[in-house]
């Protein structure tokens, strides 16, 4: 499951970061790296962005970039 596909309200653990080298490095200085715990604040209406908890402080991530993002 992805980061986009998870339900508001949840919290879930990352797994894994998709993209090439660039791409991951900057997800990752957003704080969003693998066993950290991201809990699904609330979603837009049509999507995107998704608003997150992440390391104690909230966090918009684009669409694109939640769906590269692995959680379980």
């Known amino acids: ?3 986009g596909e998870a339900k508001v309200g949840s919290t879930v653990v990352v797994t894994k970061i998709e993209g090439d080298g660039a791409y991951k490095r900057r997800i990752m200085d ?3 790296t693998k ?3 991201i ?3 609330k979603v837009a209406p049509l999507g995107d962005p998704v608003e997150i908890t ?5 966090l918009s991530v684009r ?3 939640a769906q590269c993002v ?3």
């Open 1 to 3: 499951m992805t980061l």
């Open 30 to 32: 957003m704080g969003i």
């Open 35 to 37: 066993g950290s715990e």
């Open 39 to 41: 809990y699904i604040r």
């Open 54 to 58: 992440v390391r104690g402080y909230e």
């Open 63 to 65: 669409k694109n970039d």
């Open 70 to 72: 692995q959680v379980k």
